[in-house]
């Protein structure tokens, strides 16, 4: 039962200074499952995650010799189509809610405008299913969350209203990048049990696009390690602390380790060849 | 970790209007003091303009203690604020009339004018800017760019007399110079009531759907062409404020929830071009009020640019600096009006 196919994802950028590929080639497949995407910045995480939305910008390009979900081949629908999946079929939390939520529009209408606007509910039927989301992801004042505005909210509590906003519609497929990064540890822990119980009641399809690798071997099923817009190494969650690659070593490697030795940071191994 | 919410919307807002108030009334007392200054610097004695070259030394002595031109300057000063503030400009030297109440005439007729061509310039200029901005490199935003590019560098005065030759000369499609046709002219001085000193206002109010008709067959020229002017600047801005939004990543967000690109644009996109877009609005609306002199001299427009020149023409000053309070304090007004609205749209800055 594959929800998401993707065979030979490529993304490229004509821009003034020379093509820039941003995937190159990136093929895997995703059940009712958590599937984790780590790498370097810039190693491409965000793009494939917004092809399979089709929303990369131009100049950028996508290109794919499949990208299927749930039978439907996504590079061949109209865009008209691919808007009726986004929301409610495929949704996105997005990187950095700092510049990712509209800034002069309040909280609760950007909460509600799913729900207003394709659903076309009541102002009050809407409040309530956003109050509702928005307790569910751990903010205890949800009321006046919704009347503020994105620059009164801590980075924190701008990923959860992310988070809640792009869980409302009930959504088949997540794309969730770096959704918890802000958060502290025990708000994090409440909204990953959230995500897992959506996994796994109700089957949905996850993409958890991360640097924390500890993290991501805790909590996902299978792990994509992403170099340079290509996939080096794709492993289960469990192998990946013991991973062998130098590459994913090399991350690893990278992170901090709370009572570790205090020696200097350790540069990332890069190799060329891994990226061939 | 909990939202930093502010307590009491009221306090911040309320202490804003107050330091608006206070800005204003600095900037009112400001513009007083610049014109004063240039009403004493300038080579014109205000006694002669007055008594003319030949009369006798104790006529010249009388007028110039009539105007307190004997008081210290200081004082001389404190007297123009206080007149002012009673709503006394002085007296014009060329007509006998106060100033206030020649200005409060010819004030509306331009009021009409800049408004309407404001209008015009923002109902075609925003989407004409929008539809460049969503399809950059197209032939609409050529088009678009041609058409503002065209606005920006003809001279107004010379497509005015070329709309007058043709639209009223030849085509006779619209009405020539002035307000109405002569022969309602006078109709109007004796049946309508002056509410609001603007034609269109006032006939409307009167139901006077004639006079109304032909005022605006007066208006259209200029005020089309001043709104050309204007959308060449609004659509520009508008253009390239918009393309900076869509390159946000809220944006983006917007059709992640599979908003259409209409919403995305007019409501996502929209609501944060109009923080800067109010600012080119009112800079556009404020440059035509006190700028559109060659428009009213071409188009025979008793406005407040055609006073003040016809003042200045005879060394008139008490018309010229009152004229000139008067435009300041539209400006000013108009300032603040735009800063209130700024604080409207923007959250980020109440
Ligand atoms: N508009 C653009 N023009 C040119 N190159 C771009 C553009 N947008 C993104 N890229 C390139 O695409 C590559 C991949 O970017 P992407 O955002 O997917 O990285 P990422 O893995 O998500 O990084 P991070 O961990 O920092 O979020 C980057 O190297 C970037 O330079
Ligand atoms: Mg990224």
Redesign the interface.
């Known amino acids: 039962m594959t929800l998401l196919s993707v065979k030979n994802l490529r993304v490229s950028f004509d821009t003034e200074a020379g093509l820039v590929e941003a995937v190159r080639g990136v093929s895997f497949s995703l059940g009712r499952e958590r599937l984790g995407i780590v790498g370097e910045s810039g190693s491409g995480k965000t793009m494939t995650g917004?092809s399979v939305?089709r929303?990369v910008?131009p100049p950028g390009r996508i290109e794919a010799e499949e990208m299927r979900f749930d039978g439907q081949d996504l590079m061949a629908l109209s865009e008209r189509d691919m808007?009726?999946?986004?929301?409610?079929r495929i949704?996105?939390v997005?990187q950095?809610p700092k510049?990712?939520?509209?800034?002069?529009?309040k909280v609760g209408d950007q909460l509600m405008?799913?729900l207003r606007?394709?659903d076309r509910l009541s102002r009050s039927e809407a409040r309530a299913k956003a109050v509702a989301a928005l307790e569910a992801v751990q903010i205890?004042?949800p009321e006046?969350?919704l009347e503020?505005?994105p620059?009164?909210?801590?980075g924190?509590?701008g990923q959860r209203v992310?988070i809640a906003?792009?869980l409302i519609?009930n959504p088949d497929l997540l794309i969730a990048d770096e959704p918890t990064s802000a958060?502290?540890v025990t708000?994090q822990a409440e909204v990953l049990s959230i995500l897992d119980g959506l996994v796994r009641d109700r089957g949905m399809g996850l993409i958890f696009i991360s640097h924390d690798l500890r993290l991501v071997a805790r909590f996902c099923d299978r792990v994509l390690v992403m170099y340079k817009g290509r996939v080096v190494e794709e492993l289960a969650a469990r192998d990946l602390l013991a991973a062998r690659h130098p590459y994913t070593q090399g991350l690893l490697n990278c992170l901090p380790r709370i009572g570790g030795d205090r020696g200097p940071l350790p540069g990332l191994d890069r190799n060329a060849e891994w990226a061939r | 970790?909990?939202?930093?919410?502010?307590s009491s919307p009221w306090a911040g807002r309320l202490r804003g209007l107050g330091a608006a108030l206070f800005s204003l009334a600095a900037t009112l007392l400001g513009l007083l003091f610049v014109t004063f200054i240039i009403g004493r610097v300038v080579p014109i004695d205000p006694v002669l303009a007055i008594v003319g070259e030949r009369a006798t030394e104790a006529q010249i002595a009388a007028t110039r203690t009539a105007l307190g031109l004997d008081q210290p300057l200081w004082q001389q000063f404190l007297i123009f604020v206080g007149n002012a503030l009673q709503g006394d400009l002085g007296t014009s030297i060329r007509t006998g009339e106060p100033v206030l109440q020649a200005v409060s005439r010819a004030f509306p007729a331009t009021l009409e004018l800049a408004t309407l061509a404001t209008i015009i310039g923002v109902l075609a200029g925003v989407p004409a800017g929008v539809l460049a901005a969503t399809r950059p490199g197209s032939l609409a935003d050529h088009i678009v760019r041609l058409v503002g590019l065209m606005g920006y560098s003809m001279p107004v005065f010379w497509l005015g007399l070329i709309g007058l030759l043709l639209f009223y000369g030849v085509l006779g499609w619209v009405g020539g110079p002035g307000r109405l046709d002569a022969a309602f002219d006078m109709m109007y001085e004796f049946e309508v009531t002056p509410v609001s000193g603007m034609i269109l206002i006032d006939t409307a109010l009167a139901g006077r759907w004639d006079m109304f008709v032909n005022a605006i067959s007066h208006l259209i020229l200029p005020a089309g062409l001043l709104g050309y002017v204007s959308m060449a600047y609004i659509s520009r801005m508008t253009r390239s404020f918009m393309m900076n939004e869509l390159?946000?990543?809220?944006i983006?967000?917007?059709?992640?929830?599979?908003?259409?690109e209409w919403?995305v644009i007019w409501v996502?996109a929209m609501?944060?071009v109009l923080?800067p877009l109010i600012t080119v609005i009112a800079l556009s609306y404020a440059y035509l009020l006190e700028g559109s002199v060659l428009t009213e001299t071409i188009f025979a427009w008793p406005g407040l640019g055609s006073y003040i020149t016809d003042a200045l023409m005879v060394n008139d000053m008490p018309a010229v600096l009152g004229g000139t309070v008067v435009v300041g304090v539209a400006f000013v007004l108009l300032n603040l009006l735009s800063d209130l609205l700024y604080r409207l749209?923007?959250?980020?800055a109440r």
């Not at chain 1, 620059?151 to 801590?154: A, D, F, P, T």
């Not at chain 2, 390159?247 to 809220?250: D, F, I, L, M, P």
């Open positions: 917004r939305l929303l910008r808007r009726r999946l986004r929301g409610p949704a996105m997005m950095d510049y990712s939520l509209n800034p002069v529009m405008e799913g606007q394709r205890r004042d006046r969350v503020a505005y620059h009164e909210l801590s924190g509590m992310m906003m792009m519609p958060l502290d708000v | 970790m909990t939202a930093s919410l502010p390159g946000q990543e809220y983006t967000t917007a059709r992640v929830k599979g908003m259409p919403r996502h609501r944060n923080v749209v923007d959250p980020r």
